[in-house]
């Protein structure tokens, strides 16, 4: 019975993956935070290689191109 259990919550757990995901606020939230504690140098250096783009924006760019 306790393995039934075990199993049911580990296939409960897994199938809920998106649950537990940050989102695009936690993901701008974050790199926000962590932008803040950059230097004056690193940031500069940080935000000319995103080329205009903001620290939020960048965060939650996945690779794939929006259509």
């Known amino acids: 019975m306790k393995r ?6 580990l296939l409960t757990l ?3 993956t998106n649950v ?8 701008s939230l974050v790199a ?9 140098k ?3 250096n940080v935000l000319s ?3 205009g783009m903001s ?3 960048a965060s939650n760019l996945d690779g794939r191109d929006e259509k």
């Open 32 to 40: 926000e935070v962590a932008f803040k504690y950059l230097d004056a």
């Open 4 to 9: 039934i259990l075990s199993l049911l919550i």
């Open 42 to 44: 690193t940031k500069q």
């Open 14 to 16: 897994i199938s809920y």
């Open 55 to 57: 620290i939020e924006e």
């Open 20 to 27: 537990f995901a940050w989102g695009h606020k936690g993901h």
């Open 49 to 51: 290689y995103l080329n």
